[in-house]
């Protein structure tokens, strides 16, 4: 199991931004082909894949918020990064990240970041 450290997330308006950061010390990272990303889950609502990328940079967003969140990642530091503009209310949730060497076999979790947006 790999640990992963989030911070970032908070309270912003409509329209606003956050940056998430989602790291891990694990060294397994650099050595097997693995994705990092984030799920969120609103209140009530079924788990949403928001974002991952694969360590060689391949990218891949929900429908959702393509064209308004960027991620990427520094393969040095294992941390990958999510960049939330134009914030909706709808994208209020709380935050996971992961590590996986596939969306079907996932090495770790963040411990989850509350996203909150202001209408």
């Known amino acids: 199991q790999v640990q992963l450290v989030e911070s970032g997330g908070g309270l912003v308006q409509a329209g606003g931004s956050l940056r998430l950061s989602c790291g891990t010390s694990?060294?397994?990272?650099?050595?097997?082909?693995?994705?990092m990303g984030w799920y969120r889950q609103a209140p009530g609502m079924q788990r949403e894949l928001v974002a991952n990328i694969t360590s060689d940079g391949s990218t891949s967003y929900a429908a959702s918020v393509k064209g308004r969140f960027t991620i990427w990642r520094d393969n040095a530091k294992n941390t990958v990064y999510l960049q939330l503009n134009s914030l909706k209310p709808e994208d209020a949730a709380v935050y996971y990240c992961?590590?996986?060497?596939?969306?079907?076999?996932?090495?770790?979790w963040g411990q989850g970041t509350q996203v909150t947006v202001s209408s």
């Open positions: 694990r060294s397994i990272l650099n050595v097997n082909s693995n994705t």
């Open positions: 992961f590590a996986a060497r596939t969306l079907l076999a996932y090495y770790g």
